[in-house]
């Protein structure tokens, strides 16, 4: 069965500096794989996709990420950190050969950008 | 700009109480994901609709909750009776024919 992990439930990063949050994933056949944030009493926020091609993917708000077949992961990226990136990431994966649009996603990693 | 919109934002109810959310799907997504979220468990699939029909409902206790799309518009979650163990909030979530899904402010349940 397709998964993700996300190794670290938080990551503390100050504000100007540059952030990683990690994911790695288990899929059979070509991964889908997602980005997703989520702010305070709100719903998840799409941030950017990797489906194919290119292994750096950028997305919303300066964010970007990198995708790694031989290590099999998907880490997220942004080159200077703001306080107000401050949220809930969740990296998800839909394995292609499922034929469904479901995914799964990781347990979340909490970034807290200090000022 | 158009939202998946969920009602009621929040719900407080007693055990034993039928509790009912709905979304209302962005116009022309055919997918239309339900979720369940909360601390211990984290982010829980519970059911899945592609065109109005059910395609996945195994994250769902079948005894006490049931999902339906009435129509286009409209998806609707029911749990009933309701528990003390079903707290968490409920996200709706759709989708147009890829794989990106947009994801409604959710339902915050808490059964007392």
Redo the contacts between chains.
Sequence with gaps: AQSVAQPEDQVNVAEGNPLTVKCTYSVSGNP?L?W?VQYP??????LL?Y?TGDNLVKGSYGFEAEFNKSQTSFHLKKPSALVSDSALY?CAV?DVNTG??????G??TRLLVSP | DARVTQTPRHKVTEMGQEVTMRCQPILGHNTVFWYRQTMMQGLELLAYFRNRAPLDDSGMPKDRFSAEMPDATLATLKIQPSEPRDSAVYFCASGPKSDTQYFGPGTRLTVL
């Design positions: 889908y997602f997703y009493n709100r719903g998840l926020q799409f996709k489906i969740f839909r469904f649009q479901k995914l799964v996603f347990t979340g």
